[in-house]
């Protein structure tokens, strides 16, 4: 394919929870464009395999790191997004979340009853409702622990239609289970006439006044390289929609100039930054077969003092994925993979963004000229996590386990609680020594009413651009404190609707 020159009534850029809902909805009344800097790959092509689908489906490769290498961030990368290899675990925006936001950010826009209609939309597109099948081992072990220490807990919601419990949900859906965006929402907007553009990256937006005249896409290989004999896509439209999500679609107004004249733009990025403990259990758990996530607990994710709040759920465990994280070498590494089957793990995702001490992080340009995420540590985040770890090792330590690896660079394999609290209680805080990692970036663009304090306004707006606006979870002003695919979903589809009035 040579140089082109594409034009449109609205350009959507990136496909995935943002994107491809509102190219569902929107193509139904105008002339839409997609554009996905990922391969479009289908369910003949999810071999369930790591080796495959890190370097095509995830950004980086799935070695997304913040810009001082002590984060580990995993985003999806394909058409579908992160809907493509998220674990499906599906949840409706929190009150207390959404109370929050209308009191620091004025945003009216997003509140419990708008969005009901929204909520209930995509629960009925998408599959999503509470497991109805048996949780695997992995889940079900957490699940005894927290009965036995009176732990509230329930079951996840899932965006799944007859999906045969394989596990690999984080490698892309072999059957087409998975309600993905891959396979609801864009398919849908192809039969109402969008064209889709994929692996091209979009790497600036040309502004003139206040209006975005034109795009600038370059072609990329499917691991994300820009071709060496590259073709650009030159994009013209009435309106713009950036869907890309937390990190890239900041980069992309940071690259583009565009006006910002309190240094909001790449602002408040959230991470629900996860920290892990391993158990490990006489019997086989094969943590990585059946639906990964059905438990969890949200007992501990609104604290009633100022400290960290944390959601527990249970993860699947590849080996791939878990080897990168664990802190074992030689004749330990061998040993801890050697008992990889009889493996069981639990994660904290922390609810950051809502406390002072918890603002989350900033994109910056690096010394080589690249963008990325700067998100600085402090003894506040640092005991929250503290306290995770001890929750989930006497979870485990309850439910059974035999012995407690939390994941800290100088940790061991502990064989009874008391020993995982001395540890805990004594082991150095730098932001290194635990191993965090993040599924969920948000923010960076954030929604509210003054500009001095957002990037966006209540309808997604770009404060100082006319027809230039954003779906994605990088207009979230804080962390959401649950898995955000229904909440993308849900803002994306409240805000097109409001657009389509707007622009009809």
């Not at 984080?170 to 993905?180: D, E, H, L, V, Y």
């Not at 996590?385 to 690896?405: C, D, P």
């Not at 100088?410 to 932001?431: N, P």
Request: hydrophobic share 35%.
């Amino acid at each position: 394919m040579s140089d082109q020159v594409v034009e449109a009534d609205i350009v959507i850029i990136g496909s995935g929870a943002g994107g491809g809902e509102a190219a569902k909805l929107l193509s139904k009344h105008f002339n839409v464009v997609i554009v996905e800097e990922g391969p479009h790959r289908t369910s003949n092509d999810f071999k369930m395999k790591e080796s495959i689908a890190y370097p095509e489906l995830y950004q980086d490769s799935g070695a997304r790191l913040t810009v001082d290498g002590a984060i580990k961030i995993l985003q999806g990368k394909s058409v579908g997004g992160s809907t493509t290899v998220n674990w499906t675990s599906s949840f409706r925006t929190p009150q207390e979340t959404l109370l929050h936001w209308n009191k620091e950010f004025g945003i009216h826009t997003l509140t419990q009853d708008s969005l009901l209609s929204h909520f209930l939309r995509i629960e009925d597109e998408y599959g999503i409702t509470p497991w109805d099948g048996e949780p695997n081992l992995n889940n079900q072990l957490m699940a005894n622990g927290m009965s036995k220490l009176g732990i509230r807990h329930g079951v996840i919601p899932r965006n799944v239609k007859g999906c045969l419990n394989l596990g690999y949900c984080g490698m892309g859906c072999p059957t087409n289970a998975k309600q993905s965006t891959l396979i609801n929402a864009i398919p849908r907007a192809l039969e109402n006439g969008a064209k889709l553009f994929s692996q091209f990256r979009v790497e600036r937006l040309i502004w003139k006044n206040d209006k975005i005249v034109e795009a600038i896409a370059y072609s990329v290989t499917p691991t994300g390289k820009i071709e060496e004999n590259k073709k650009t896509l030159t994009l013209k439209a009435q309106h713009f929609l950036l869907c890309g999500g937390g990190i890239n679609t900041p980069i992309l107004l940071m690259k583009s100039d565009l006006p910002d004249p309190y240094f909001n733009i790449g602002n408040r990025t959230f991470l629900h930054p996860v920290t892990v403990s391993l158990a490990l259990f006489n019997q086989k758990v094969e943590a990585y077969q059946g639906a990964p996530q059905s438990v969890y607990s949200d007992q501990f994710l609104w604290p009633e003092d100022d400290s960290l709040g944390f959601k527990i759920e249970a993860p699947p465990i590849h080996p791939a994925l878990t080897s990168s994280l664990i802190n074992q070498h030689g004749s330990e590494a061998s040993e801890m993979m050697k008992r990889f089957s009889h493996s069981q793990g639990m994660i904290a995702l922390g609810r950051d963004g809502f406390h002072e001490q918890a603002p989350g992080g900033k994109i910056v340009m690096t010394s080589n000229g690249r963008f990325g995420l700067d998100y600085p540590w402090n003894d506040y985040l640092t005991n929250g996590y503290k306290k995770a770890l001890l929750t989930m090792a006497s979870i485990q330590f309850e439910a059974g386990a035999r012995s407690v690896y939390p994941l800290h660079r100088f940790a061991r394999s502990f064989e009874r609680l008391g020993e995982v609290k001395s540890f805990l209680d004594s082991c150095s805080v730098d932001r290194y020594d635990l191993q965090i990692v993040s599924a969920h970036v948000m923010g960076g663009a954030a929604m509210g009413s003054d500009e001095k304090n957002s990037v966006v306004d209540n309808d997604g707006r770009f404060h100082h651009m006319s027809n230039l606006f954003i779906f994605d979870g990088s207009l979230f002003p804080t962390s959401l404190g649950v898995n955000p695919t229904e909440s993308i979903l849900s803002f994306s589809s409240l805000l097109t609707h409001k657009l389509i009035e707007r622009i009809k």
